[in-house]
């Protein structure tokens, strides 16, 4: 979805396509956008980066997975960042993973992960909707994503999202169940994952189940 967003804004449409090779044609002209910014920041540190696509196909299909997380893993042993998304471009209805808090969660389960973070447009879980209920609670600690927990999932902020807190809340379940913690946050707020990485308590955190 991000690079899809990023191909509407360069080639100035005024709202995400509904057509199926309109939305492959944004992402091929928005991932360009996407690995260029992700390249320059993290060069910006003298760290290098890789990109890897991939489609819900690569990871149900057993040759392929294992192939995708034995690169992964060479690349972080490579101190390199691999900078992982959907492949939009190729990816139909029948092989899409969908959203990107899926994908991060198969990612994170492929490589062992300890932590996940999924960034949102709010501070994270809240017991309602905030935007829409001033007196939401924000929720910090989740030992277990109940159905009372994946009730509280409301829609999709964005036009240019996919996804939404029951996208997160289903990731959530995925890493849990494999011994990885998440936490959900704001991602306008970057200081919030140095935060994280000290151990300070920030969005909501869901515990893995060891």
């Known amino acids: 979805s991000g690079a899809i967003a990023e191909g509407v804004l360069r080639l100035g449409w005024e709202k995400r396509p509904s057509h199926v090779h309109q939305l492959q044609a944004a992402a091929a002209v928005g991932q360009m956008g996407l690995v260029e910014a992700y390249e320059r920041h993290f060069r910006n540190h003298g760290i290098g980066t890789a990109q890897v696509l991939l489609t819900h196909q690569n990871l149900t299909d057993r040759e392929q997975y294992l192939n995708a997380r034995m690169t992964i893993r060479e690349l972080l042993r490579l101190s390199i960042v691999?900078?992982?998304?959907?492949?939009?471009t190729i990816a139909t209805a029948e092989i899409k993973v969908g959203d990107n808090d899926?994908?991060?969660?198969?990612?994170?389960?492929?490589?062992?992960?300890?932590?996940?973070?999924?960034?949102?447009?709010?501070?994270g879980l809240y017991t309602a909707d905030p935007r829409k209920?001033?007196?939401?609670?924000?929720?910090?600690?989740?030992?277990?994503?109940?159905?009372?927990?994946?009730?509280?999932?409301?829609?999709?902020?964005?036009?240019?999202?996919?996804?939404?807190?029951?996208?997160?809340?289903?990731?959530a379940k995925m890493v849990t169940q494999r011994g990885c913690d998440m936490v959900i946050t704001n991602g306008a707020r970057?200081?919030?994952?140095?935060?994280?990485?000290?151990?300070?308590?920030?969005?909501?955190?869901?515990?893995?189940?060891?």
Do not use: H, Q, W
């Open 82 to 88: 691999p900078v992982i998304n959907e492949n939009d």
């Open 102 to 123: 899926t994908l991060g969660a198969i990612v994170a389960c492929s490589v062992e992960a300890d932590l996940l973070v999924l960034l949102s447009d709010i501070e």
């Open 133 to 171: 209920d001033p007196a939401a609670r924000l929720i910090p600690t989740v030992e277990e994503v109940t159905p009372e927990i994946e009730s509280l999932a409301d829609g999709k902020g964005s036009e240019l999202a996919v996804g939404g807190m029951g996208t997160k809340l289903r990731a």
């Open 190 to 210: 970057p200081e919030n994952l140095y935060d994280i990485v000290d151990g300070r308590a920030v969005g909501t955190r869901f515990l893995g189940k060891i």
